[in-house]
């Protein structure tokens, strides 16, 4: 990462306002001083990395504050280049830190680094993470409105010059009915092919960081779609929209939408949707060197799914829990990947009592999901609206599930 102020920190200003408000009164804190010597403020010193120059300090009310050395005064740079380096054992870990370590690679740091331009470890099997979902997956996030805001918030996504930064160590490839949209090195420039993002980049990003193998992100998904009735699994007996059971006949490792089931059921059928974007994901990593050029093995490591806003209208609210969990069971059988993670997310204008909500964490709840399924709410993180109006395009809701949604799946690959 280049040594540059982290654009995700506020702006010089309102740190130093913030912070001068916010005063220390133990024994250890330490007095700070702006670079313009107008301000002070006082603050535990956590931790400093002297490759970036970032600075972690902790404010009495537990705060944690996260800077760049560059708003600091040349005393206080010198204090920190001098004696100020800590090591990670002396500071706390947040679990996704300490899940980063389990799995052998760095671990999560508070604020992503700009990726260093560099190549995976080509000797590893790529690791392919699934992505599925309806609409919020396939994803509305305007780039133009992320690109204003990304230097502040997700500093990682562009370099000093405001360009936006590629990661050469994480595939992004997108599928919708079957056809291909986006093939390409991660960018946040372009999610899926149209300028627009969804979580993929924020997931991508997370997950390329903490792993050394080569990551392929691979989205199949169309919008308005219920996982009780398009995207029902093969294995759902009578819990899909009014006690529907799947309706196909494809084979497990050469899926595909069945035209003589289309035809008994009058032109679609009960996981049709399921069919089409698992065959589509199969058919990709047949052909794997096309997608991640160079590589030839991989391993599916985990699934991540947004879906639910169809769900009321044409599925199963009732049998989502259930449903969920023989998506999760259908999909490992599907891509032989039994040990592979799954994470869903929450709708944003959910809280934790709605019913599809309940669903969700109730899925997450039963002995077997327990350290291998997750459920991210997204809530605190959503803005612009409702799910049904792609949250108003904004970018940020998107980035932010996205990166709840990659440190949630971090924390259980190293389960």
Not at 44 to 60: I, N, Q, R
Not at 68 to 74: I, T
Not at 172 to 184: G, I, P, T
Not at 251 to 274: C, D, I, M, T
Request: glycine share 12%; proline share 4%.
């Amino acid at each position: 990462m280049k040594n540059k102020t982290p654009k995700s920190f506020l702006s010089h200003s309102l740190i130093l306002a913030s912070f001068a408000s916010l005063l220390l009164t133990t024994a250890h804190a330490r007095t700070w001083t702006s670079a313009d010597g107008t301000k002070t403020f006082e603050g535990d010193l956590k931790s400093y990395d002297p490759a970036t120059g970032l600075v972690e300090v902790t404010l009495s009310n537990g705060k944690k504050m996260n800077f760049s050395q560059k708003v600091l005064s040349e005393g206080d740079i010198t204090f920190l280049q001098e004696k100020g380096k800590v090591n990670a054992s002396d500071t706390k870990t947040s679990s996704a830190d300490k899940a980063a370590t389990n799995l052998g690679v760095k671990a999560l740091p508070g604020v992503l680094p700009d990726p260093d331009g560099k190549e995976a470890n080509m000797s590893k099997p790529v690791q392919v993470f699934i992505l599925m979902g309806q609409s919020n997956m396939l994803g509305f996030g305007n780039v133009g409105q992320l690109k204003g805001v990304a230097a502040e918030k997700y500093p990682y996504l562009v370099d000093d010059g405001g360009n936006w930064n590629v990661r050469k160590d994480v595939r992004n490839v997108f599928f919708c009915m079957a056809q291909e949209k986006y093939s390409n090195w991660l960018t946040a420039e372009n999610g899926k092919g149209d300028g627009k993002i969804g979580p993929e980049i924020g997931i991508g990003n997370y997950l390329g960081h903490v792993m050394d193998a080569p990551v392929l992100i691979l989205k199949a998904c169309v919008g308005n779609r219920a996982l009780g009735w398009d995207l029902l699994p093969p294995s759902a007996v009578g819990t899909g929209a009014g006690g529907k059971s799947y309706q196909g006949d494809s084979e497990s490792s050469n899926r595909k939408v069945s035209e003589e089931s289309k035809a008994k059921n009058g032109g679609w059928y009960a996981g049709l949707q399921y069919d089409q974007d698992v065959g589509t994901a199969q058919n990709a990593l047949k052909n794997l060197a096309t997608y991640y050029p160079g590589t030839t093995k991989f391993e599916v490591a985990g699934f991540f799914w947004w879906q639910g806003n169809a769900e009321a209208g044409k599925g199963s609210v009732e049998n989502y829990d259930k449903n969920l969990a023989f998506l999760f069971n259908d999909l490992r059988k599907d891509f032989n990947a039994p040990n592979a993670k799954f994470v869903c997310a929450t709708l944003g204008e959910h809280d934790k009592n709605a019913p599809l909500s309940q669903k969700m964490f109730a899925f997450a709840e039963r002995p077997e999901s327990k350290g291998q399924a997750a459920v991210f709410f997204t809530q605190p993180v959503a803005n612009g609206g409702s799910s049904g109006s792609h949250y108003g395009g904004n970018a940020e809701t998107y980035m932010n599930v996205g990166e709840g949604m990659g440190k949630a799946m971090v924390e259980l690959l190293a389960k």
